[in-house]
């Protein structure tokens, strides 16, 4: 069993940047991953997952022009249990506008973004996974791609996330690719239990790294915790950085 993925600092990220296999991942570029004549549909589980897992992912179609549909299944108001400063009702109000903060930042043109926001609780998605998979098959066509948190990432959402995309996509022939989020926390490259096999490298020219990272920290909810009640930040440094390599990785 898997252990819960945002106890403690996680694997080092100077151990992810040493590894022959993670050099040796082969590379995709967006091009490949979405053609034209395609639109790219983002599932986020939570609003700030798009920019984490694939803040370089979306520039790269946004210079391609590629029409993007993005869909945050929760508001994400419960990443801070307990917390009188960032409460349920004030995070369910300010998450979706760091979301569309960062992705201002991030250079989408927002006027040609479609975004759908899905409404269903944060924490609790599993046990209305059916009724998510059905959601996100109305808005999908065959010719779609389809990017989303990996069934394995570690956080309940995330994975009944990655199961009701991919019950989509298969329902309505749309692609299916799956991104690593907090993998990257409690995973090593030597983890037998990630699909390396799978895994394709986007490579990040340090222009995207660095509107990614402006993005990241237009999230200031998730950078701040609450040390009245002890809570650490969702976004600590470590994580931060992690996801701030010259590269993201797709399951293909």
């Given at each position: 069993?898997?252990?819960?993925?945002?106890?403690?600092?996680?694997?080092?990220?100077?151990?992810?940047?040493?590894?022959?296999?993670?050099?040796?991942l082969p590379h995709i570029s967006v091009e490949q991953l979405v053609p034209e004549g395609h639109r790219a549909v983002i599932i986020a589980p939570h609003p700030d997952d798009e920019v984490l897992g694939c803040g370089g992912l979306m520039q790269g179609l946004a210079a391609l022009g590629r029409p993007i549909q993005l869909i945050s299944v929760t508001d994400g108001s419960a990443s801070h249990?307990?917390?009188?400063?960032?409460?349920?009702?004030?995070?369910?109000v300010v998450r979706p506008q760091e979301s569309a903060q960062a992705l201002h930042r991030l250079g989408l043109p927002l006027h040609s973004l479609k975004w759908l926001r899905a409404g269903f609780a944060d924490s609790q998605v599993a046990a209305r996974e059916a009724e998510l998979a059905a959601f996100i098959q109305r808005y999908l066509k065959p010719t779609d791609v389809v990017?989303?948190?990996?069934?394995?990432?570690?956080?309940?959402?995330?994975e009944a996330v990655g199961r009701a995309s991919a019950k989509a996509a298969q329902a309505v022939g749309a692609t299916l690719y799956e991104l690593p989020v907090w993998t990257w926390h409690w995973a090593t490259p030597e983890n037998s239990l990630v699909p390396w096999h799978r895994a394709r490298k986007i490579p990040l020219t340090c222009e995207a790294v660095a509107r990614k990272r402006h993005a990241i920290h237009a999230f200031a909810s998730q950078l701040e915790g609450d040390p009245q009640i002890g809570l650490a930040p969702v976004l600590a440094p470590y994580v931060v950085e992690r996801l701030l390599q010259p590269f993201e990785v797709v399951f293909v």
């Open positions: 069993m898997k252990p819960n993925p945002i106890v403690g600092q996680g694997t080092p990220l100077h151990h992810w940047q040493a590894s022959a296999k993670m050099a040796e249990p307990g917390s009188q400063r960032w409460s349920v009702e004030r995070l369910s990017f989303t948190t990996w069934r394995e990432d570690g956080h309940c959402d995330h």
